[in-house]
């Protein structure tokens, strides 16, 4: 079946949510801060103007039904991809038919790229110039942030419209809409629901509103009618049909709780951090986005303050990776309250900044004579040899910086936790070999 088939779509074995899909611009629910009259969206799927772009948001907001209505008002062709499912070779026939169609009869291809964050940067790159020329148009569909999960050359080309969930009357409106509708709803039936209910299935759906509508196809096609035959769906019927509250994110939200979860961490907070890792997950977030965090805070906030959280966090993420949810979860909580309980130190990042600025600043100097290679670099011999440190115990006082960098310091070690012993060390080697 083609989903962008209106007709095939109202078939009787079609979901509600699909029989519902709006035909007309008219009639799409919700995102009022991208439809509206005289909209830039609006005003392109009207002209036929529509250049490449990506609709990124929650489920059941309204992304597919935006590429339906594009479908049925351009002029041009319309091929639709999974990109789970699909691949370059896929892409590259599209492509070459969308040239040859250009060609022959000045006709646009619309390519339309269901989850599309899931393309790797090899098959983004193979449309790349085919957007860049004209020779198809390309139309995203992801509940990612494009942002984060998709590559920066594809992002650059397209005009992104974030979707937002809707709002719990846009939900009512919805549904109400399918209950009148004789056509594709239930509005044949001798069907009654209560506002209660129309309220619960708002609140459980949480801006969903294909969630919604599932949840009121089960609740109509489940409950018996009576003996005047007249089905009633109340807030009893409907706790049943739709009972649990989808949790969503939109991206503000998706960078605050992340940065919440960081702070939480950085903080030694643990049942903070795992709250906000959790309710990300919830959120739909992949926990690998969560660990590859973790691994820059295990380094940044860490450090060598405990060298075992870096190596425990990446052991945890490949053990999620091999055992996957619910198991590997067990994984991400250990490390998460590793990284929380470990003593801090921010001593890596503070030496990684500063030797980055005294390389951006001033790195062009040369390399002391007496560490240089001898055998490959220049002739000219150092007054002073290379000192190996082995015969002298392993350590020897010499200059290892450029001339004028002598005395630069970029790593200072704190007093918390391992780092402490090395701070000792330090001193240690300095007093007893660096005289």
Not at 4 to 14: G, M, P, Q, R, Y
């Amino acid at each position: 079946m083609d989903l962008f088939d209106l007709t095939n779509n109202k078939s009787i074995s079609a979901p509600l949510a699909d029989k519902m899909r709006p035909q007309k611009l008219s009639d799409f629910i919700g995102q009022s801060h991208l439809i509206y009259p005289g909209s830039l969206l609006e005003r392109a799927i009207k002209a036929d103007k529509l250049g490449s772009c990506i609709f990124f948001g929650p489920p059941g907001t309204g992304k597919t039904t935006l590429a339906s209505l594009i479908a049925h008002t351009t002029s041009g062709a319309f091929v639709k991809l999974n990109a789970v499912s699909s691949g370059v070779a896929d892409a590259k026939k599209v492509i070459e038919e969308a040239k040859e169609r250009l060609k022959l009869y000045g006709k646009k291809t619309y390519l339309l790229l269901d989850e599309c964050h899931r393309w790797n940067k090899a098959q983004s790159d193979c449309v790349l110039s085919a957007i860049e020329d004209g020779s198809i148009i390309f139309i995203g569909s992801t509940t990612e942030n494009p942002y984060i999960s998709m590559t920066r050359a594809i992002v650059s080309r397209c005009r992104v419209f974030e979707l937002k969930s809707l709002k719990d009357d846009d939900v009512k409106r919805g549904l109400k809409r399918a209950v009148e509708d004789k056509e594709n709803g239930f509005g044949r039936m001798k069907l009654t629901v209560t506002d209660e209910a129309y309220a619960h299935f708002a609140w459980g759906a949480s801006g969903d509103l294909r969630n919604a509508l599932n949840g009121l196809e089960l609740a109509v096609l489940t409950t018996p009618p009576d003996s005047e035959g007249n089905i009633v769906v109340d807030k009893q019927v409907a706790e049943q049909s739709i009972q649990k509250k989808t949790v969503s994110v939109d991206e503000s939200t998706y960078f605050d709780m992340l940065s919440a979860f960081c702070k939480s961490l950085r903080g030694s907070d643990s049942d903070a951090a795992l709250y906000w890792a959790f309710r990300l997950i919830a959120s739909g977030l992949d926990p690998l986005i969560i660990f590859r965090r973790m691994i820059a805070h295990a380094s940044e906030d860490v450090g060598l303050a405990n060298n075992q959280a870096l190596i425990l966090t990446v052991s945890a993420m490949n053990a999620y990776e091999k055992v996957g949810p619910p198991e590997g979860f067990l994984a991400l909580t250990h490390a998460i309250i590793c990284i929380c309980t470990s003593p801090k130190s921010n001593s890596v990042v503070c030496a990684m900044d500063s030797v980055r600025q005294a390389v951006e600043e001033n790195g062009a100097y040369y390399v002391p004579l007496h560490l240089r290679n001898t055998d490959f670099s220049t002739l000219d011999k150092s007054d002073v040899p290379y000192i190996y440190p082995h015969e002298f115990g392993g350590y020897a006082k010499q200059q290892y910086l450029p001339d004028e960098l002598v005395g630069a310091k970029f790593y200072s070690p704190s007093d918390n936790g391992d780092e402490k012993q090395i701070k000792e060390f330090l001193e240690y080697i300095k007093t007893h070999f660096y005289k």
